[in-house]
């Protein structure tokens, strides 16, 4: 069953190929990810988070008090709010909590650091709002998982209160592409290539930026005193190396981490939720995860 559900998600993002210029981009993952609605029992709100638009979910029997704060996927360039919408909206079902989805701004026309400090302004906006620390779980996938990262790593370097825990799918965590599955992975991955990654880093840095930098590539940061890290990847993945990396040098820190590598998977397959099982299995793992570290 599962084989036969990925093959058709598979199959979808063949009959959807990734077009030419940014705006089509955009219009294409919101139009892909948004293939299913959301839940009917979801309750949505539109939020200004100090000038970066963002929203509000929550179901019956969600604790309001608690955050799941989350970051869209889409290589600093795509991605939005509408396109992750079931993706966010079924994980904070499955931590049983309210979620805060931010849509930072993109680049090429936002590049670092608009979204580096747009996370930055997002968390301090819960705080400001009352919420402690302690009560919010920062999660995103492939760039978003970046942005968490680098978020925490900014707050761990100015010695301030850190998240309950990290939630980490398919995570773009090294742009200088140095892990052996962009490679090894690249006829199995439908999605991610390293010429796609490359354009998207020079879309995301500025001329002359160090790849290495731990701003961006969050495989080098300073894991230091990091909450739990929950690290979700697809066996299918190019960027399976980023995920294991990761793992490794946070474990090393003393960081407690949980790696979870699902066969045949590909990246951010929890988006494909409503139609495909592994994805809530996926977010049922993480809810649990979170739910724990409350």
């Known amino acids: 069953m599962a084989q036969t559900e990925i093959d058709a998600i598979r199959a979808l993002l063949s009959s959807k190929p990734r077009p030419i210029g940014w705006a089509k981009r955009r219009k294409r993952l919101d139009d892909v990810g948004a293939a299913w609605p959301v839940a009917e029992d979801v309750e949505l709100a539109a939020v200004d988070v100090n000038g970066v638009p963002g929203e509000y979910s929550i179901v019956p029997g969600s604790d309001p008090s608690r955050i799941l704060m989350y970051f869209h996927g889409g290589g600093y360039c795509s991605g939005s709010i509408q396109s992750h919408r079931r993706l966010v909206t079924e994980a904070g079902r499955a931590a049983k909590m309210r979620t805060l989805a931010v ?36 999660g995103g996938d492939s760039s978003g998982a970046g942005l968490t990262l680098a978020l925490i790593g900014r707050l761990s370097d100015a010695h301030e209160e850190l998240p309950a825990c990290a939630w980490l799918v398919s995570p773009w965590a090294d742009l200088t592409m140095s892990g052996a599955t962009v490679a090894s ?48 990847v697809g066996s299918d993945e190019t960027l399976l190396d980023d995920s294991t990396r990761l793992a490794a040098r946070a ?39 979170i739910r724990v570290h409350f």
Request: glycine content about 4%; aromatic content about 12%; hydrophobic content about 45%.
């Open 103 to 138: 849509a930072y701004r993109l680049a090429p026309e936002h590049p670092f650091p608009a979204a580096y400090d747009d996370a930055l302004t997002t968390w301090r906006f819960l705080r400001n709002q009352g919420i402690a620390a302690s009560q919010i779980a920062i």
């Open 185 to 232: 992975k690249a006829a199995v991955d439908p999605l991610i290539h390293k010429d796609y990654l490359n354009e998207l880093a020079e879309a995301y840095l500025p001329t002359g930026m160090d790849r290495k930098d731990p701003r961006v590539s969050t495989l080098y940061v300073n894991f230091g005193n990091f909450p739990p890290m929950l690290i979700q």
């Open 251 to 289: 474990g090393a820190a003393d960081v407690a981490v949980t790696l979870e590598i699902w066969p045949n998977m590909i990246h951010a397959w929890p988006l494909w939720n409503a139609h495909l099982e592994d994805g809530r299995h996926a977010l049922a793992s993480a809810g649990s995860f």
